[in-house]
């Protein structure tokens, strides 16, 4: 069992930045690749990007390439998703996810809110 809470959403102004992490209870943080995900109101779930075990993969949606940024600290368990030039559009409710392999993602964070003005 993974247990995963993030942290760091907040308001921020269209080009300002944030940066959310998503800390994972248990001792096999290390064997989880792991995964951004957001929700805006009125539209289904979205993927943003994921990090592998090692932290040596990311892959990104084309949305937020180059601009957001996906790192993780096994030694702290947590996963890190940094946000820069955010746009009124990045609004929305953010998850991490852990995924033991495949295509499927195992377990999930409750959420935290970011919110962008323009």
């Known amino acids: 069992q993974v247990q995963l809470a993030e942290s760091g959403g907040g308001l921020v102004q269209a080009g300002g930045s944030l940066r959310l992490s998503c800390l994972a209870s248990?001792?096999?943080?290390?064997?989880?690749?792991m995964g951004w995900f957001r929700q805006a109101p009125g539209k289904e779930r979205e993927f943003v990007g994921r990090i592998s075990w090692s932290g040596r993969s990311t892959n990104y949606a084309a949305s937020v390439k180059g601009r957001f940024t996906i790192s993780r600290d096994n030694a702290k368990n947590t996963v890190y998703l940094q946000m820069n030039s955010l746009k009124p559009e990045d609004m929305a409710v953010y998850y991490c996810?852990?995924?033991?392999?495949?295509?499927?993602?195992?377990?999930w964070g409750q959420g935290t809110q970011v919110t962008v003005s323009s």
């Open positions: 996810a852990a995924s033991s392999g495949g295509n499927s993602w195992d377990y």
């Open positions: 248990g001792r096999t943080f290390s064997r989880y690749y």
